[in-house]
């Protein structure tokens, strides 16, 4: 006789959760099909040595999930390790320590808005003149191998500075500054672009690199349009499109800090 008590009825809605939680972060890739796949695999795989105890197709199912689970970590590799950066990425642990322990909040605003502000307030000038930029801010993902496909400043976060890169003359404007450890570390590199048939048509060349870097690693990547003069801000593959200045001074604060700026703070 089976028994089914309420540990059962939570270990399956734990899995359950589990596996939304995966497919989810599959959906965001292209991967989402072949994690379809794989679950129809393993069910009938249960059905057959679990249920039906089919010794031989059994045997031979699981010699394929043997060998099968060393393939998943090959094909998965870019997907578990997002999964897992997403699991321990700094700004949720400084959440967790900011509500354990607290924090000086208006100390942390000051010193972030003073990185943050430079970057708004040439994004906005940029806008206005309709000058093409991109700018990718690392967060816990290494964007090393990036770097190094540009050429290395290593600078202060400065407003000037920004605006000169992507000047119209200037030879580096075309390719994409990145910022790390709060410092202009690169210039004029070379992103992955995404080849997403569902990206507006509208959309350029800047904003397919920057849904492309950031389905690679967690960055958050910021397009100013050459044609429209638009702002817009990329984070694992979705955009935040025509944004003002007071718009992308909050997400950066979000998802950069992790902190949420008063209204008065913010003026």
Same mark, same amino acid.
Do not use: T, W, Y
């Given at each position: 006789m089976i028994e089914f008590g309420f540990k059962d009825l939570i270990d399956i809605v734990l899995v359950t959760l589990l596996l939304c939680y995966i497919y989810k972060e599959m959906k965001q890739s292209s991967a989402a099909n072949v994690f379809s796949g794989i679950l129809i695999f393993i069910f009938v795989w249960l059905l057959v040595s679990q249920v039906f105890n089919m010794r031989l197709m059994g045997s031979i199912m699981n010699q394929m999930i043997s060998i099968g689970s060393l393939g998943l970590i090959v094909l998965f590799q870019k997907e578990i390790r997002q999964f897992f950066s997403? !699991?321990?990425? =700094? *700004?949720?642990?400084?959440?967790?320590?900011?509500?354990?322990?607290?924090?000086?909040?208006?100390?942390?605003?000051?010193?972030?808005?003073?990185?943050?502000?430079?970057?708004?307030?040439?994004?906005?000038?940029?806008?206005?003149?309709?000058?093409?930029?991109?700018? !990718?801010?690392? =967060? *816990?993902?290494?964007?090393?191998?990036?770097?190094?496909?540009?050429d290395l400043i290593n600078a202060n976060i400065s407003q000037r500075l920004i605006e000169n890169i992507f000047f119209k003359n200037s030879p580096l404007h075309d390719g994409a500054m990145i910022i790390s450890h709060r410092r202009i570390t690169a210039a004029g590199c070379i992103l992955p672009v995404s080849h997403d048939p569902n990206i507006p048509k509208q959309l350029g060349l800047r904003h397919r690199a920057a849904k492309g870097i950031s389905e690679k690693t967690d960055c958050l990547a910021i397009v100013v349009s050459e044609e429209t003069g638009g702002i817009s801000v990329v984070s694992g593959g979705k955009f935040d499109l025509h944004l003002d200045g007071q718009r992308l001074e909050q997400i950066l604060m979000e998802k950069w800090f992790g902190e949420t700026a008063s209204p008065q703070q913010r003026e």
């Open positions: 997403n !699991i321990g990425a =700094r *700004n949720r642990r400084n959440d967790v320590l900011r509500k354990l322990f607290g924090s000086r909040k208006g100390d942390n605003l000051d010193l972030n808005r003073k990185h943050i502000l430079p970057i708004v307030m040439a994004c906005i000038n940029m806008a206005k003149q309709k000058v093409g930029a991109l700018i !990718i801010i690392q =967060r *816990n993902d290494s964007l090393k191998e990036e770097e190094e496909s540009g």
